[in-house]
């Protein structure tokens, strides 16, 4: 019996693979080539001069998505425009190849050469496709190869530039910055629109546009010419503009980009279901590919800021003691200068390789904060090295992050590179660190609104060749940062903040598949106001990145309101400030014990990967209730906050539309472990869950779990 059991399960299992694969395939010929899974078909006319989407169809709806005319691709060849279609159609088909992967991935490859006698005839253009079995996705990249004797300009690019309309474009809706905004067309996105949702509320169906480039770079149109859409860099007319140079036998890989169907009774669910379900599997998000993740993490900058030396930051890791916490961060302070990069002579007479040691000690693993391009004009590497500084209009060496007389900040595209990766390498080897966290703007500040005062006006030495190609050499190169500490050190966590991605509360796809955390902002407002705040930019950032990339400060994990701010941060990603030799006795043993079952709770269902607020929940304000559901719906089962603030209501009840109607759920008070209940899956559908909370600015924390 055994088996046969066997036998039969092998057999299911082979022809569940088989139906995988005859719903996803390639066909080809003379004149069309189709790409197509069970969600989608895309089809691709070749012509003589020509190359194609001609048949773009939602197959869970029937609906071709598709308008004549589309390019397939768009960029100027020293300031020619590029296309394979139409006008600006200086490429033909060559060639193309179909692979599969074992983990379900069709990828499709399209080879262009450019026309004899045109802009583009020494270039050969790549398109990749991939669709995946279980999703309704199709990702692109295109990749330009320069076969010619001299360099050329790429800039306007465009990976996607197809005219696409789900049924109507005038009856279209979008929801744009990261899916919080609503917005009519024509829209222009720009870097805080990493996705943008096209929806059809009348029929209910849509797509959401994702563009992976990096930071003030990215630029997605929505129907600002008609019924097209374009998903790619930004121009050189705008004010952060893409420009690349290409060598002679060099070719580029453009930022890849993505279109994910959707057929949703509400715009909000779009967010939460198969595109959800792509970033948090498909994408490449770094910090999913760890198997261990630091729950809990402590700063020191706040309230001491660069105010630390040896015997402060021992106490501190004292005061932590039997508190849980996981990562422990010394932040600015530590250094004798930007640039030179040594610990303080006077502060840490003794190196941080001690300090180091004792944090290990007490539990806990160490972390750094280092400025990334920020460097002191009396540093001895800036004395030795000027020409790898940025410099401005006038020709003066440039501190892009702020006016100050006395810094520079250097080019990533120089010299400089080798230098500060080799710097932060030493450190992280010699002190073990667990994680490092660099800051400070590298192309583009946050803080300076002069347009003039941004990117490298000075190129000699440097791997671009105007200021207009300096922004991408610049990101282009952090990002290579991010990836060659990664591989030296597979465990580091790369904490990339807001202020070296150039914009306030940024964050995209590019740098979370470079980098595990993006230090987003900060709210130094006391509780409850503070923690409010930073659930409201989880809830403005949730949908369309994961919360658990974000890192949020500076919140006293000593307040009156401490348990109020530590559950709102664990519905984030807890990262605490404050003066630990003077916690409260009581609250040690009341961290340890949360900070114990949200790590279990995490270890079991991956709770900190999953953002449900649908339209369940409302924006967190000072006067409502509000909350979010960490659910793992393929393991049934996670964590769920609610938050009453200045509400009057002592009592609500959510809808929670998660549940398998079929299936029986345990809900239980994370607190002490008493049950909730035991409820079917049809019951919390139909009824929802009650929440009592007596207090104005408390938390309450459930436990749900599937039971046999």
Known sequence: MYYTFIRVAIQAALHMALLA????????????????????????????????????????????????????????????????????GLFKYTKHTVSRTDDGIQQVRVRLTGKPGTAAENLIVDLSYEVYDELPVVRKQIS???????????????????????????QSELYTNYGSRFAWRPYTGDHHDAAIFVYNNYVKEGFILGNEAPSILKKTEVYTDHHRISIGMT???????????????EKFD????????????????????????????????????????????????????????????????????????????????????????????????????????????????????????????????????????????????????????????MSLASGYYDYILEKIKRHVRENELAYIKLDLAIANSAYVLDYSKKGDYKFEGKSHKDRESSYYAIYEKALQLFDDLHKEFPDLLVDCTYEVWGEYYINDYALIEHADYDWLTNYDDDAPVGPINIRQMAFDRGRAIPVATNLIGNQFMDSPYSQF????????????????????KELKPWYLKWNTWFKMMDLKYQFTRFTYVSDVFQRPTMSNWDGVYKFNKEKQGGVLFFFRNGSVETKRTFAFPLAEPGNRYRLYFAEDGKDAGIFSGKELIEKGIEVQIGTQFEAKVLGIEKVD
């Open 21 to 88: 694969i005859l719903a996803s395939y390639q066909a080809f010929s003379q004149d069309s080539l189709i790409v197509k899974n069970r969600f989608l078909e895309r089809k691709f006319t070749i012509g003589d001069n020509s190359f194609h989407t001609s048949r773009f169809q939602h197959l869970l709806t029937n609906k071709d998505y598709s308008r004549p005319g589309s390019e397939e691709f768009y960029f100027t060849i020293n300031g020619t425009p590029a296309s394979s279609n139409g006008k600006n």
């Open 235 to 249: 121009g050189l007319t705008d004010h952060y503009p893409f420009k690349k140079w290409i060598e002679p036998k």
């Open 565 to 584: 701010t530590f559950m709102s941060l664990a519905s984030v990603k807890p990262i605490l400030v404050g003066d630990t030799r003077k916690l409260p």
């Open 254 to 409: 453009s930022p890849r980009t993505f279109i994910c169907l959707v057929k949703s009774q509400k715009w909000e669910d779009a967010f939460e279901g198969p595109f959800a379900d792509f970033i948090r599997t498909r994408l490449g998000v770094k910090l999913f590919e760890r198997k261990d993740i630091p729950f809990t993490f402590y700063n020191t900058w706040r309230p001491f800021y660069t105010n630390i030396n040896d015997t402060l930051v021992t106490q501190l890791a004292d005061g932590l003691e039997g508190t849980g916490t996981d990562l422990f961060i010394m932040d600015a302070g530590w250094e004798n200068n930007y640039g030179d990069w040594e610990p303080h002579p006077k502060r840490f007479p003794n190196g941080l390789k001690p300090i180091t040691d004792h944090i290990r000690k007490r539990g806990m693993k160490p972390g750094l904060w280092m400025g990334l391009a920020s460097v002191d004009k009396s540093s001895k590497l800036f004395q030795q090295h000027p020409e790898w500084t940025i410099y401005d209009k006038n020709g003066e060496p440039a501190y892009l992050h702020e006016e100050m007389k006395g810094r520079v900040t």
């Open 144 to 170: 330009i190869t320069n076969l010619g004797p001299k360099a050329i300009a790429i800039a306007d690019l465009e990976v996607e530039r197809l005219n696409l309309v789900p049924v109507s474009s005038q």
